[in-house]
């Protein structure tokens, strides 16, 4: 896989086109797992989601894809978006609608039940992480969204389990904080 995405780095579009049945089932896993997590009577489905995903990740232009797991961070990072996007289109067309923000309940381990959580709220307080500590958002992006073990956010960030354990923790506390004082 790492071969076909070096390849298709460097323009051979035959990679792209070897690529996809080997990414597509993880892709949709990947979406039905973003999509738990998401309201009740969500208009966008699970395929729907991979597919505008996968329409931007086909427009990246300029990665340099490095790994499988680099592959799935930015493709859970385009799902983030695509989410993002429907949710604000959602609330724009009731108007400011009045989305509803709930807990996070101290945000779940990956692979865990999650709580639903206010997609536009989360994506919001990430950016704000970010600015102050973009490797702790980017370690919430991962395990959070793409579902990836501790081992799997080492690699792709190349840091330590332990520092990502120790960025996940930190990362929830202040989330938790964010959501509980609204800022």
Do not use: C
């Not at 604000?88 to 692979?111: I, M, N």
């Amino acid at each position: 896989m790492t071969v076909l995405l070096r390849r298709w780095s460097s323009g051979d579009a035959g990679a792209l086109d070897a690529l996809l049945p080997a990414v597509q089932e993880e892709l949709r896993r990947l979406a039905r797992s973003y999509m738990r997590r998401e309201r009740e009577g969500h208009t966008l489905e699970p395929t729907a989601l991979v597919h505008e995903a996968y329409i931007r990740l086909v427009d990246q232009h300029d990665v340099r894809w490095a790994s499988r797991g680099h592959f799935f961070a930015i493709a859970a990072q385009a799902m983030r978006r695509v989410l993002v996007d429907h949710a604000r289109g959602h609330v724009a067309a009731k108007r400011g609608g009045g989305a509803e923000r709930v807990t996070l309940s101290g945000v779940a381990a990956a692979g865990a039940e999650r709580p639903d959580v206010d997609v536009l709220w989360l994506n919001e307080a990430l950016e704000r992480l970010a600015r102050l500590d973009e490797r702790q958002a980017r370690v919430v992006e991962l395990r959070y969204f793409a579902g990836m073990s501790v081992e799997e956010v080492a690699e792709v960030l190349e840091i330590s389990p332990a520092t990502v354990k120790r960025e996940w923790s930190t990362a929830r506390l202040w989330l938790a904080h964010a959501l509980k004082t609204g800022h």
